[in-house]
């Protein structure tokens, strides 16, 4: 499987913080705060696909929300492929940082 990019890791720590309870738009809303711009909802929707697909998530629909018309929503979970992903990105970046001088302090 090829590294993934800056944008699916992020989507994977969105669903990561809300594991079994991430849905499209919160993880929308997470990334979009995570990194200082909106995220378009078809770049969100598209992604998660896109991570399902390669086998990092799972999901699945719930059932009608209880308000008048409610929909239901897919709600997507972190593979065991995913969490290992994760620790491997983390373990880089620790490795990246960890040598970087520290700039602005006095």
Do not use: I
Request: glycine share 10%.
């Amino acid at each position: 499987m090829r590294a993934p990019g800056g944008l699916e890791v992020d989507v994977l720590l969105a669903v990561a913080r809300h594991d079994g309870a991430a849905y499209g738009l919160l993880v929308r809303e997470e990334v979009s705060r995570a990194r200082g711009r909106e995220m378009s909802v078809g770049a969100a929707y598209t992604t998660l696909s896109r991570l399902e697909a390669k086998g990092l998530l799972t999901s699945h629909a719930t059932e009608p929300l209880p308000v008048r018309g409610g929909r239901s929503r897919r709600e997507y979970r972190l593979t065991a492929a995913a969490k290992e992903l994760l620790a491997a990105e983390r373990e880089c970046a620790d490795r990246r940082w960890g040598s970087a001088p520290l700039w602005g302090q006095a």
